[in-house]
């Protein structure tokens, strides 16, 4: 009887830290206003020794504030075994347009250890800021909070509403209004988590709902308190609190069976903050759509532009070195020999964009020259079809994106059909600056709609700043009134990473690190839910090629692979039909 592989020993997943950051008397930086700060943490490469040139996360932007408490948390993987360096650098934030910390205004870097921080009392450790050019200066002081993150999957849902909020002002004006939710450490020092979108000139304002993680609201543990700020906005960034909730618990909102009502001190009787409905789910992972069954499909797409160099020449960068590569071919095989695991026939289809063929510019080509079919086999024949196209398409430009976003926006919607959902990765390689901006932001609010990311590698030494604003980690794209429905752009300098296996290897985490995010987003927003795995019978009986199978696709099914209960199930809905799962009614209330 044949018998499986056997699989090698599970590696545990090492445990995940959040880091909760605050400041305390910023340097003032701004003539007319106080500094705005952001905080931007950096990770010494193990390898080079090196600052990462890249954050592995930042903050958000306070506006007009010296002392201030930031509401993004900073999550690393935590591993006791190795001296893992932090580089803390907070900027007064000058150039909004650019969201570099290099573009910024620094104030100063604080350097340690997670170590030190964990091992400090209360996990709290107090560090003085320092420039580097004004090392006497007193530039502020960093305090950073840790707390191991608990691995819960469950998700809150929120509709959160206030009631008689004064009118405030010399004219008696309805208050433009957000609230911030704070948690307790677990030495019982509140930070803020969350914070809510700006209603306008509501006395009793209706905010939108809103979801966060098990993890960001209460860590795992229902009984950690909470309060719930509720405040003026104002546009200087000086905000006024109208009124704070008694501290409360997760557990208490569960076990309740009717809406929940808090006063919000100092305000007078009647001024209630109300959460009138919450719902908890627990949201499938990356992983258990992976494990139904959904590919991830590549799409490649290089950049023929001029300014790239004469391919003959060692100066250009699509110029074959001795070894047979070249950065272009260094980044598609690192990027994609880890994407092709997961596409079933490994099939991809390659594009050149910014070309001349047959005498014709053309900003979306199929490099095997085959337009009908411009899909080649695995990675080596991505790379096969990139030196053919060198010797058939002449460098011209220019540099327009939109085409290839556009190209592969048809393909996913050709691909998309009922529950049978494919996922899409267009990883795009280019040495210059876009000239069709705003047909490209176009292009990508479209496809935020779809299943799709994009992935922008910089190749060569070009200005990328425009790269930064596709990126949109800080503020969404917006064009002719549509606002981009998620995020689906990452950009990486390959600049950034040297020749080598580690520098390829680092290059990948880079430019996929963001991938199984988006692809959730796309997934939940959409309401498709996992298909259960394959049953064990069914995938014994393809290993033993007692099922027929082409492409490594199955053609026909006698027993049914997913015949088992589904993994995730909905409150109600027809058979088959795409609707996000839910926890039992239990963890539910809400108002009528």
């Not at 069709?436 to 799709?452: E, G, K, Y």
């Not at 580690?502 to 290059?507: S, V, Y």
């Amino acid at each position: 009887m044949h018998q499986p592989p056997a699989l090698p020993p599970a590696v545990p997943a090492a445990p995940k830290l959040e880091f909760k950051i605050k400041c305390r008397d910023l340097a003032d930086l701004d003539i007319l206003s106080k500094s705005d700060p952001q905080c931007f943490v950096f990770m010494k490469d193990p390898k080079t020794r090196d600052w990462c040139k890249e954050p592995i996360g930042k903050t958000e932007m306070v506006l007009n504030k010296l002392s201030c408490d930031f509401v993004t948390s900073i999550i690393i993987d935590y591993r006791f075994e190795s001296i893992q360096h932090l580089r803390f650098t907070v900027v007064d934030v000058d150039n909004m347009n650019n969201p570099s910390w290099t573009a910024q205004e620094l104030i100063g870097h604080f350097d340690t250890e997670v170590g030190r921080i964990v091992g400090s009392r209360g996990r709290t450790l107090a560090g003085r800021l320092v420039h580097p050019q004004h090392r006497s200066s007193n530039r502020g002081t960093i305090i950073v909070s840790a707390e191991e993150q608990s691995q819960s999957k469950r998700v809150i849902s929120f509709n959160i509403e206030a009631t008689n909020i004064a009118k405030q002002g010399l004219f008696r004006s309805e208050p433009n209004s957000f609230f911030v939710i704070h948690r307790a450490s677990e030495n019982g020092v509140f930070s803020p988590i969350h914070q809510s979108p700006v209603v306008r000139s509501k006395i009793n304002p209706i905010w939108p709902e809103f979801s966060m993680k098990d993890t960001q609201l209460c860590n795992g543990d229902p009984n950690r308190q909470l309060k719930i700020e509720v405040k003026k906005f104002k546009e200087n960034g000086q905000h006024l609190t109208i009124g704070i909730t008694p501290v409360f618990t997760f557990q208490e909102l569960l076990d309740s069976q009717t809406l929940k009502y808090f006063p919000l001190s100092p305000m007078p009787a009647g001024t209630n903050l109300l959460i009138r409905r919450m719902i908890v789910t627990e949201a499938p992972s990356f992983l258990d759509y992976l494990a139904g069954g959904v590919p991830l499909n590549l799409v490649v797409a290089v950049d023929f532009t001029q300014s790239n160099g004469d391919p003959r020449s060692p100066q250009s960068l699509h110029y074959r070195n001795s070894s047979g590569e070249n950065d272009y071919t260094r980044a598609i095989r690192s990027v994609g020999s880890i994407l092709e695991k997961y596409d079933t026939d490994k099939k991809f289809p390659v594009y050149g964009f910014g070309g001349k063929v047959n005498g014709q510019v053309s900003h979306c080509f199929a490099l095997n020259g085959n337009p009908q079919y411009p899909e080649v086999d695995g990675v080596d024949g991505i790379l096969g079809a990139y030196w053919h196209a060198l010797q058939f398409a002449q460098l011209y430009g220019p540099t327009n994106f939109s085409p290839v976003i556009n190209q592969t926006a048809a393909i996913c919607n050709q691909h998309r059909s009922g529950q049978a959902e494919e996922y899409y990765v267009l990883l795009i390689l280019t040495d210059g600056v876009i000239t069709d901006m705003d047909n490209t932001v176009s292009a990508i609010i479209a496809a935020s709609r779809l299943p799709l990311s994009i992935i922008i590698v910089g190749v060569g030494p070009a200005n990328f700043d425009n790269m930064d604003v596709l990126d949109a980690d800080d503020e969404p794209l917006r064009a002719n009134g549509q606002t981009m429905a998620r995020d689906i752009v990452q950009f990486v300098p390959f600049r950034d990473y040297p020749p080598g296996p580690f520098g390829e290897e680092a290059l990948a985490e880079a430019v996929l690190a963001e991938v199984p995010g988006q692809f959730v987003s796309y997934m939940t927003q959409h309401k498709v839910i996992p298909r259960a795995p394959p049953r064990a019978d069914t995938m014994q009986a393809m290993n033993n090629g007692a099922l027929p199978i082409s492409n490594g696709k199955l053609l026909s099914n006698p027993v049914p692979v997913y015949g088992a209960p589904p993994m995730y199930t909905q409150e109600a809905g027809p058979s088959g039909s795409r609707s996000p799962q839910a926890v039992p009614i239990r963890y539910s209330y809400q108002g009528r």
